[in-house]
């Protein structure tokens, strides 16, 4: 009995010595401190299981796994320690089962297993952030989804053009305050915008002679509906995708059977918009292959980005048109041996918008007009110019493919059925905004045309023509959305190419 009361001292000094030898290991390993802790509570739960078979192997135990002498744990241990690494996460079992050198070793490696399963929710974070979807080519991705927190590009800002103003207005406390009251609107606005970015980069890469005008408009549709994330009245297409040619200047898209194609001595005007909430963007620019029409469009593009240098808060609309006019008609271009003063479309005009009201009363001219009107804070304005080699004037031509419901209009009776069913179409498809009949045909409308006659007639509808200048001519357009804040002025359509 004494002589077994000695060995089993022995036995715990040994396992204590083992104890402390493993504790200097992990402190050498240098673990986080957590993760050490943890690890040490479990290490030692699992020491004072090994320590009560060291004195005799118990049978209600049911296991023989005991701490020999010299330190070195039965295989019964490391099979018993294995699920604990699985539990961790490692998988790995092969690794431990190999190895019975000494348990130090073993459990380096467990420690290690267990740091990358405790790093885990840092590469979760990780991927979470990587998860934001990117745009794809052609883009798909809705706007929405690449910006989730709904901080949407900035366009450009600009100061006021009166220096004195402008400092005053951005120094000022309540008006930064307003400004931020207005921020879920802007965000709107942005994101409109944002959409028209993208989309127009991608039309600018696959538009090119030979294409059918159908197929450029249907394209530039899709993508839009895609990522403007299409939602009935409240996000979707503001107005038909204009892509008038020559000498037409505004409101052709076609119709159904146009087998129109797009050629290489072509000046086509793109113009779309998109809208989420009625809040929307209008934008337009030129797109043109032969270089010898750099002229006229460069013209134009001056021209609309001398509108928007003039505009802001208190600007007489008349000085606005007068700044357009000078720059644009300070140009020139020679075609075909012939020299043309480029000049302002003087029957075309930008205007004020308003949710759901693209032209909401107040008109910006592009030449010098008497009109004492002022642009006011908190106003949305398309400031677009037309530029022409003919004479200067528009007139409606060729088939009507835009239509509109009046905005002021009130309840009008009406007698056929067919035209009640239209116009029931027509509110729920699209309220005040823009369309054309393309977008019937695809909202399953058949035989329209004389309900829709009927709706004109009656003055619920109206309906826009193409505008044309002189056959023969050219004409340019370029435009862009932009918003009177509070403390300054945004381009809110502002891009990189334009």
């Not at 690494?85 to 431990?96: C, K, L, P």
């Not at 490696?109 to 998860?131: H, I, L, P, Q, S």
């Not at 927190?149 to 366009?155: A, H, K, L, T, V």
């Not at 592009?366 to 002022?374: G, L, P, Y």
């Amino acid at each position: 009995e004494y002589k077994m009361a000695e060995e089993v001292k022995d036995l715990e000094v040994d396992g204590g010595a083992e104890e402390n030898g493993e504790e200097c290991e992990e402190e050498e390993v240098g673990d986080a401190a957590a993760a050490t802790a943890a690890g040490g509570e479990k290490k030692k739960k699992k020491k004072k299981k090994k320590k009560k078979p060291a004195t005799a192997n118990d049978p209600e135990n049911g296991q023989d796994d005991a701490t020999t002498v010299d330190g070195n744990v039965a295989s019964g241990g490391a099979a018993a320690a294995a699920p604990e690494v699985d539990a961790a996460g490692s998988g790995d079992e092969g690794e431990e089962g190999d190895d019975q050198s000494g348990s130090a070793t073993k459990k380096k490696k467990k420690r290690k297993k267990k740091k990358k399963a405790g790093n885990g929710e840092e590469g979760a974070t990780a991927a979470a952030a990587a998860g934001v979807p990117q745009q794809t080519n052609p883009p798909t991705v809705a706007i929405k989804d690449l910006f989730p927190e709904g901080n949407f590009p900035e366009g450009e800002i600009m100061q006021y053009k009166d220096e004195s103003m402008a400092q005053h207005l951005s120094s000022t406390e309540e008006k930064r305050a307003m400004d931020r009251a207005q921020e879920d609107s802007y965000a709107e606005l942005r994101l409109a915008a944002e959409c028209h970015r993208q989309t127009r980069k991608y039309v600018q890469s696959y538009i090119k002679p030979g294409m059918s005008m159908i197929d450029i408009c249907e394209r530039l549709e899709d993508t839009n509906r895609k990522l403007i994330a299409e939602n009935g009245l409240k996000a979707g297409l503001a107005f038909p995708t204009g892509c008038s040619l020559n000498n037409c200047a505004a409101h052709y898209t076609p119709n159904a059977g146009d087998k129109t194609i797009l050629g290489e001595n072509d000046v086509c005007k793109i113009d779309y918009g998109v809208h989420i909430n009625g809040r929307l963007i209008d934008c337009a620019w030129t797109v043109h292959f032969n270089p010898r029409y750099d002229p006229l469009v460069e013209a134009v593009r001056a021209a609309t980005n001398t509108g928007i240098r003039e505009a802001g808060i208190d600007a007489r609309l008349g000085e606005v048109g007068e700044a357009i006019q000078e720059v644009m008609e300070s140009h020139e271009i020679e075609l075909d041996g012939k020299t043309y003063q480029v000049k302002s479309i003087r029957n075309l005009n930008g205007h004020s918008i308003e949710p759901y009201h693209i032209h909401a009363g107040k008109s910006v001219p592009i030449i010098k007009s008497n009109d004492q009107t002022r642009m006011e804070e908190g106003e949305c304005f398309a400031i677009e110019t037309f530029g022409t080699t003919g004479r200067g004037v528009v007139h409606e031509d060729m088939e009507c493919s835009h239509y509109m419901k009046d905005f002021d209009v009130g309840h009008v009776p009406l007698r056929s059925p067919r035209a009640k069913q239209l116009l029931h179409c027509i509110n729920e498809k699209f309220g005040t905004l823009a369309f054309c009949r393309r977008w019937l045909d695809r909202a399953g409308q058949t035989k329209y045309l004389g309900g829709l006659r009927q709706l004109i007639d009656s003055g619920l509808v109206q309906e826009y023509p193409p505008l044309c200048d002189i056959k023969g001519s050219y004409t340019a357009q370029f435009e862009h959305t932009i918003l009177l804040r509070p403390t300054c002025k945004e381009v809110l359509s502002r891009g990189d190419d334009y």
